[in-house]
RNA sequence: GCGGGGGUCGCAUAGUGGCCAUUGCGGCAGGUUGCUAACCUGCUGUGCCUACCGGCACGCGCGAGUUCGAGUCUCGCCCCCCGCGCCA
C-alpha cells in the first residue's frame, strides 16, 4: 500500500498515476480517501481529548481518597467521571469506522508506477525491449512437450489427474533429475551473486498474506487450507518478503539478498490453448527466486541486476528470448515497474513467459511496516524509512523445463542437457529415447 | 494433543488496581578530568496537534471484558521454553 503520509504530501503524483492507468474508480477513492483521513484526524484529535478529560477526572478522583475526602464527595467525583467512557466509546467507534475507510482505500489503491513503464490498456500494450538468440521453426515431428515427456516415461499425466485432479503432474526419472539440476543451477549462480539460499514456509497466515499481495488473489490464486488460518504461497517471494514484518533493519545491514527455493501453488491457471497437456500451465510447481530488500536510492539499480540475472540464466540454457517491459495496463497494484523474460515455444512459434522481475518499491514494505534505519541509533539524526523490495524470478521449473525440452529436441527425438546443467546430470548427457 | 512455566521501551530486569512503566547494559549528544579511558548530565517506542517552545494521546504478546481508573483482575487467541504423548 502506498503511505498515507505520502498521499497526504503528494496526491497530484497519486492522481496522475491513477489518470496514466485511467483507472476512474480509483480516481474517485482518493478523494475519498483524502477526505476521510482529514476527518479522521480531526476527530482523533477530539478523541483524545476526551481520554485527557478522563484521565484528569481519575487523578482527582485518586487524590481525593488519598487526601480522605468524604465518601459522598468521591461518589459525586465518581458518577461524573462515569460519563466520559460513553463519550470515548462513541468517538473510538466513529474513529473505527474511519480508520476501516482508510485502509480500505490503502490496500486496494495501486503503487506509484515508474515514468519508463510503458501505456497500455492490457498485455498487448507490453514493449518488447530486447531479444536473444536464434528462434527455430517448427519441424513437423516435433510433439507436444506433453506427450513427448509421456511417451519416454518421464511424466504421468492422467495418474495425477486420477489422484490431484487436472494441473497436476508427476515427474519421472530424467526428467525429475533435469527440474533438479534446473534449480541447482539457478542455486549455485545466485549463491555466486551474494544472495543467500533460503527455503521457506510454505503456509502462510492471512494477516502476513495481505502484506505481500493484492486482495483479489486470496479469491483466484491462493489455496486456502481448510480449517486453519493458512494459505499455500504462490511463490517463495511472499515469506521471503514477510519474514520481515514489522522490523527495522540496520543501514548497516541492506541490501538483503535472498534465493527463495520454494514449491509454488496456484489455484488459477489460466486459460488452455495448444498443448493444454503438459507442465506450463499446473497448479504447482517449483521456482527459485530472487528477493532484495534494499535501500530506495539503490532499487532500480538492483532491478535492472535482477533482470539481468534472469536473462543470463535463460542464455547459459540457451534458449532464445526476448525481454518485455509490462505496461500501465497489465502490470497490477503491486509493482511500480515489470519485466517478463518471454522464451521462445517453437512448438507455438510464439514466446511465453518464463520469468518476471518486479521493484515493488515501498508498496510491500509500507503494507507490512519494514523500514530501515538512517543514521546511528539513538543519534539525533536518526531516522526510519521504508526499504525497497524486490523479486525476481530465476528459474521456474516447470515452464523452463518445457522451454528446454523445445528448444534442444533433436533430430532424433531425443533432448540434449544445456552444457550449463551437466554438472547437475551424473553425465546424462541427452534425455529422451531416439525415434527410430 | 495434554500438563507446567513464560512473553514489559535494542538487550537484560522490577513492578498483583491509581506513584504519571523501575533499574542496569548498550547507543547518541553535551560536559568534566593530564587523555588506547573514567566520570557526570540529558536523550534513546508509536501517533497526532503546533510557525516555534512544547503539548496530548496511545504503548507492557494480540483481542475483548470488569472499573472512574488495568502491565496488574476475568475470558478468548497467538508465540516461546520444559515435560508427556504422537510422528517424518
Redesign the pocket.
Known amino acids: 500500500m502506498l503511505d ?2 505520502f498521499v ?1 504530501a503528494n496526491p497530484s503524483v497519486v492522481r496522475e498515476d491513477l489518470e496514466k492507468r485511467q483507472d476512474k474508480e480509483k480516481l474517485s477513492w482518493l478523494d475519498e480517501l483524502l477526505d476521510a483521513d ?1 476527518q ?3 476527530l ?2 477530539e ?17 481525593a ?2 487526601s480522605k475526602k468524604s465518601p459522598s464527595e468521591i461518589d459525586g ?9 460513553r463519550k ?2 462513541q468517538a473510538e467507534e466513529k474513529t ?1 469506522d474511519l480508520e476501516e475507510k482508510i485502509r480500505f482505500y490503502l490496500m486496494r489503491l495501486p503503487n506509484i508506477l515508474h515514468e519508463s513503464v510503458p501505456f497500455g490498456k492490457d498485455e498487448s500494450g507490453n514493449k518488447v525491449l530486447r531479444a536473444w538468440g536464434k528462434v527455430r521453426k517448427l519441424s513437423a515431428q516435433m510433439p507436444p512437450h506433453g506427450e513427448w515427456l509421456e511417451k519416454n516415461g518421464l511424466a504421468e499425466f492422467s495418474r495425477a489427474a486420477k489422484i490431484s485432479g487436472a494441473g497436476f503432474y508427476f515427474l519421472k526419472g530424467d526428467a525429475a533429475l533435469l527440474e533438479l539440476a534446473l534449480q541447482r543451477f539457478a542455486i549455485d549462480s545466485l549463491s555466486k551473486k551474494g544472495f543467500t539460499p533460503v527455503t521457506p514456509p510454505f503456509m502462510m ?1 492471512r494477516a502476513a498474506y495481505e502484506g505481500v499481495t493484492s486482495l483479489d488473489d486470496f479469491e483466484k490464486v491462493m489455496y486456502k487450507i481448510d480449517g486453519h ?1 493458512a494459505y499455500l504461497i504462490a511463490t517463495s517471494e511472499h515469506p521471503l518478503t514477510a519474514m520481515y514484518k514489522d522490523e ?1 533493519i540496520g543501514e548497516e545491514n541492506l541490501p538483503i539478498q535472498l534465493c527463495g527455493v520454494s514449491t509454488c501453488f496456484r489455484r488459477e491457471i489460466g486459460a488452455h490453448g495448444l498443448d493444454t497437456k503438459g507442465i506450463f500451465r499446473v497448479h504447482q510447481f517449483n521456482k527459485v527466486e530472487q528477493i532484495v530488500l534494499c535501500k530506495p536510492q539503490d532499487s532500480w539499480e538492483w532491478h535492472e541486476k535482477m533482470q539481468a540475472n534472469a536473462e543470463e540464466f535463460f542464455q547459459k540454457l540457451d534458449i532464445p528470448h526476448q525481454v518485455v517491459s509490462i505496461c500501465t495496463g497489465d502490470i497490477g497494484i503491486v509493482a511500480a515497474k515489470k519485466y517478463d523474460v518471454e522464451a521462445w515455444m517453437p512448438r507455438e512459434q510464439k514466446y511465453r513467459e518464463v520469468t518476471s522481475a518486479s521493484n515493488c518499491t515501498g508498496y510491500q514494505a509500507a503494507r507490512l511496516n519494514i ?1 530501515y534505519r538512517i543514521g ?7 531516522r ?1 524509512e521504508f526499504v525497497h523490495t524486490l523479486n525476481a524470478t530465476a528459474i521456474a521449473t516447470s515452464r523452463a523445463l518445457r522451454a528446454v525440452i523445445e528448444n534442444h529436441m533433436q533430430e532424433d527425438g531425443t533432448v540434449s542437457v544445456p552444457k550449463a546443467l551437466l554438472p547437475y546430470m551424473n553425465g546424462i548427457e541427452s534425455i529422451g529415447k531416439k525415434t527410430a
Not at 376 to 382: C, I, Y
Open positions: 498515507i503520509k497526504r482529514a479522521y484526524r480531526k482523533t484529535v478523541s483524545e481529548a476526551l481520554r485527557a478529560g478522563r484521565n484528569v477526572a481519575t487523578k482527582a478522583i485518586n487524590e481518597i488519598k467525583l465518581k458518577i461524573e467521571a462515569a460519563q466520559i467512557p470515548i466509546k473505527r497466515s488460518d527495522v523500514k546511528k541509533q539513538g543519534s539525533q539524526d536518526e526510519k
